[in-house]
């Protein structure tokens, strides 16, 4: 596992080659991001931490799809469904170095067809840090093959805050995708007087007891802004919803460098994405990337001190 630091100005990121993880973010030496004391035995231990998600984030019901009339099985590792494409996840391979710079590093991976998903894909991230604190990320990815795409980053957020249920979230979205106690989606839904209503600044904790792992459908050209006493993070991108999850089933053998044990609620991740199970569902939105096709998809985190 080598370590890739970027700079521009006062912003820094750390970017790990397994699973392209974003080890630290932070401006003026203040890191926002949930880190782990050792790295060492990051690649042996379950769950998604801070991994490159893909080809497929998040769930797909049953474990199986139908795509022009060929039905696909893909891994069951969450009861009897999918998630987060199981083995075959880009979080879970060694990638590649194609370029660095100053400011910015590019990783590839290839990944062969296999687990059910159709499709060699190749994927290359550049991860690009500016001097007004940003993060920029822009994925690129091909295939031999049709085949459905939803990659994310899993990447953790502290906000100097050791409790996610503690910062203050706003995500303009008028719509979310409501899910059955599996994660499972039911349908997209609006917000309107429910708990998931979080178009105005409001204190995790104070809806839902904190307990968050849904899609919200962005407004066109939407912020999201989370913030804590000491940082404001925003985020912005090009895909139309966004994972907002507040790890509440969190439990990792591993600690954080001032020694915590990292258990439930220890951050919150904004996963930009497609919807879950689109393949399932036809009325979600969702990506087929086709053979000889370049896709691109960008996301920016924005961290700025108080």
Known sequence: MKEYTIRSGRTEAVILSYGAMIKTFSVDGRNCVLTLEE?????????FFSQVVGPFANRIRNASFVMDGVRYDVERNRGAHSIHSGARNFGKHEWSLKSQSEDSVTLTLHSPESSGFPGNIDVSLKYTVTED????????????KKTPVNVTNHVYFTLEENDSRNITIMIPADSYVDTDSEGIPKGIISVDDTDFDLRKPIRTGDKRDGY????????????????SPSMTLTCTTDLPGVQFYTASSMHRTEKSPDGRTLGPFSGFALETEFCPDFPNCPDLKGKYLLPGEVWQTKTTYNLKLK
């Open 39 to 47: 790295y060492d035995t990051v690649e042996k231990t379950n769950g």
């Open 133 to 144: 604190g940003n993060l920029e990320l822009l994925y690129t990815m091909t295939s031999d």
């Open 212 to 227: 968050f792992d849904h899609c919200f459908m962005l407004n066109e050209n939407s912020t999201i802004v989370a913030e």
